[in-house]
């Protein structure tokens, strides 16, 4: 089974500096995606960003960017110029292209705060 | 973009009732709708997966019995809890995935989340 961690349970940053959360993972399989989910105190799940494990290039979203090491099993979030808007629980999800149901398996969360 | 929206989005219930949760994709097909169940401060875990016209697949550890889910139509998926106890009482969250838009990649999509607090 694929497991996911973010060992980061909290995380701050200063308003327009940047902010780095980390996720490793752990599969067996080679056709997979990579998510990073944003939840505002709203609690609405709403997608940052998203990567494909056949693609090397790192998929960037504006001030969004991942650091995607597929050997290391690593898929990092980059915020840059973080707004007070960023700050929210973050969570790193894996998803097998390799088995059926789409389903997403979600890391434990990092809880952003943004200081301003 | 694709909606998907819950109801009700709050809901208090005394213990030993039951209470269903709807999850409705208001603009889109949802070949298969997804139930997790998040405690505070923690992730999401999945409950249990369903697809239109057929029977949930449900996560080990998740009592079929209690957590009735019905997905009767492409645009409408129901969690039922029976019998519900303090324990029960969490934020329930639903997403839809749609046919891929591109060549594929298949969308999810969550919706707002219920409340769910037992009396």
């Known amino acids: 089974a694929q497991t996911v961690t973010q060992s980061q349970p909290e995380m701050s940053v200063q308003e327009a500096e940047t902010v780095t959360l980390s996720c490793t993972y752990d599969?067996?399989?080679?056709?997979?995606?990579l998510f990073w989910y944003k939840q505002p105190p709203s609690r609405q799940m709403i997608l940052v960003i998203r990567q494909e494990a056949y693609k090397q290039q790192n998929a960037t979203e504006n001030r969004f960017s991942v650091n995607f090491q597929k050997a290391a099993k690593s898929f990092s979030l980059k915020i840059s110029d973080s707004q007070l808007g960023d700050a929210a629980m973050y969570f790193c999800a894996y998803r097998s292209e390799e088995t059926s149901g789409s389903r997403l398996t979600f890391g434990e969360g990092t809880q952003l705060t943004v200081n301003p | 973009g694709a909606v998907v929206s819950q109801h009700p989005s709050w809901v208090i219930c005394k213990s030993g009732t039951s209470v269903k949760i709807e999850c409705r994709s208001l603009?889109?097909?949802?070949?298969?709708m997804f139930w997790y169940r998040q405690f505070p401060k923690q992730s999401l875990m999945l409950m249990a997966t369903s697809n239109e016209g057929s029977k949930a697949t449900y996560e080990q550890g998740v009592e079929k019995d209690k957590f009735l889910i019905n997905h009767a139509s492409l645009t409408l998926s129901t969690l039922t809890v029976t019998s519900a106890h303090p324990e029960d009482s969490s934020f329930y969250i639903c997403s839809a995935t749609t046919l891929p838009r591109d060549r594929d990649f298949y969308e999810q999509y969550f919706g707002p989340g219920t409340r769910l607090t037992v009396t």
């Open positions: 603009d889109f097909q949802a070949t298969t």
């Open positions: 599969t067996s399989e080679s056709d997979y995606y």
